[in-house]
């Protein structure tokens, strides 16, 4: 099976910009995550995606958005983008489970730098 | 809410030489602990995962970490390092309430040395 796939993998936008990432996760795995990855603060998470429907959200403001089509695939868009914006963006997918945990397999990440 | 501490931000070890990684965390609730390996310019592996049941758990890789739940920590240990095992290692947490969002530690450098 293939992994999770992350496009691009690295992205240079400006301020005030905005951006979508894309991600494709593992055949038949129906949960998709976002975190956000920097050196400051760490990794975070940004929400989760399970059949087209957002799950959960962490503490980021509403210029990070996502949303999830019917084939799983995910994307996340980040509008007004300002410096500290600049991450690695890592998206995890995790197989349909209502009552127990899965494990997330994570992608490569998307590399933005914000200038 | 929960959190995970990672006391060591860095850890420069010889090569063969025994290493812990320590992390302890904090949650009112029952826990599903986690460790994750980065090596640069690639994402997030799973090392090893305490679900439920024994409280040592071991990796396909030389790893291994127990949960002690009075102490509320899952630390990672490995008798004898390589060169390759240099990488960033996170511990993470997630509550048993079915959602997928991890909790991270900041993460512990470990520096393998010839």
């Known amino acids: 099976k293939a992994g999770v796939t992350q496009t691009p993998r690295y992205l240079i936008k400006t301020r005030g910009q905005q951006v979508t990432l894309s991600c494709s996760p593992i055949?038949?795995?129906?949960?998709v995550s976002w975190y956000q990855q920097t050196p400051g603060q760490g990794l975070q998470f940004l929400f989760e995606?399970?059949?087209?429907?957002?799950?959960n959200k962490g503490n980021f403001p509403g210029r990070f958005s996502g949303r999830q089509f019917s084939n799983s695939r995910s994307e996340m868009n980040v509008s007004t983008l300002e410096l500290g914006d600049s991450a690695l963006y890592l998206c995890?997918?995790?197989?349909?489970?209502?009552?127990?945990?899965?494990?997330?397999?994570f992608g490569p990440g998307t590399r933005l730098t914000v200038l | 809410a929960q959190s995970v501490t990672q006391l060591d931000s860095q850890v420069p070890v010889f090569e063969e030489a025994p290493v812990e990684l320590r992390c302890n965390y904090s949650?009112?609730?029952?826990?599903?602990l986690f460790w994750y390996v980065q090596y640069p310019n690639q994402g997030l592996q799973l090392l090893l995962k305490?679900?439920?049941?024994?409280?040592l758990v071991e990796s396909i890789n030389g790893f291994e970490a127990e949960f002690n739940k009075s102490q509320t920590s899952f630390h990672l240990r490995k008798p004898s390092v390589h060169i390759s095992d240099t990488a960033e290692y996170f511990c993470?947490?997630?509550?048993?309430?079915?959602?997928?969002?991890?909790?991270f530690g900041s993460g512990t450098r470990l520096q393998v040395q010839p």
């Open positions: 993470a947490v997630n509550t048993d309430t079915g959602r997928r969002a991890l909790t």
């Open positions: 995890a997918s995790s197989p349909l489970a209502q009552s127990s945990y899965n494990e997330q397999f």
């Open positions: 305490y679900l439920s049941g024994s409280t």
């Open positions: 949650s009112s609730v029952s826990v599903y």
């Open positions: 995606y399970f059949s087209e429907t957002q799950r």
């Open positions: 055949s038949g795995h129906r949960s």
